[in-house]
């Protein structure tokens, strides 16, 4: 077994024992409101951070190359109020003639 199905092994047990460890802890009582405050914005958090660190890192170290470009654009586009999926295009597209140009 390689690391990397460990890896996927590891996580998918823990997010089952998470996802289990819920309703027996809580058994049916409702969160305090401060808490769901706060398990409401943990997806964006946890996204921002997965993109941060797979754009910005590389062996360790800080990276700036074609993905921050992309990254740039696609944060234009949503500044700018532009749909999910052209953001998207947008993003690829800018990643893409950035490396057709040598940048990064």
Same mark, same amino acid.
């Not at 409101?33 to 360790?60: H, I, K, R, Y």
């Not at 999926?85 to 993003?91: E, F, K, S, T």
């Given at each position: 077994m390689t690391s990397?199905?460990?890896t996927v092994l590891v996580v998918a047990s823990a997010t089952i024992a998470i996802k289990a460890a819920g309703p027996v802890v809580l058994g049916g009582r409702q969160l305090p409101p401060p808490v769901l405050n706060v398990v409401a914005l943990l997806p964006a958090a946890l996204l921002a951070a997965l993109v941060a660190v797979l754009t910005f890192q590389s062996d360790g170290s800080l990276v700036l190359d074609a993905r921050a470009i992309g990254? @740039?654009? /696609?944060?234009?586009?949503?500044?700018?109020?532009t749909p999910i999926l052209l953001v998207v295009l947008l993003a690829a597209g800018v990643t893409a003639a @950035?490396? /057709?140009f040598g940048i990064g």
């Amino acid at each position: 077994m390689t690391s990397a199905w460990l890896t996927v092994l590891v996580v998918a047990s823990a997010t089952i024992a998470i996802k289990a460890a819920g309703p027996v802890v809580l058994g049916g009582r409702q969160l305090p409101p401060p808490v769901l405050n706060v398990v409401a914005l943990l997806p964006a958090a946890l996204l921002a951070a997965l993109v941060a660190v797979l754009t910005f890192q590389s062996d360790g170290s800080l990276v700036l190359d074609a993905r921050a470009i992309g990254v @740039a654009a /696609a944060a234009v586009a949503i500044w700018l109020r532009t749909p999910i999926l052209l953001v998207v295009l947008l993003a690829a597209g800018v990643t893409a003639a @950035a490396r /057709a140009f040598g940048i990064g």
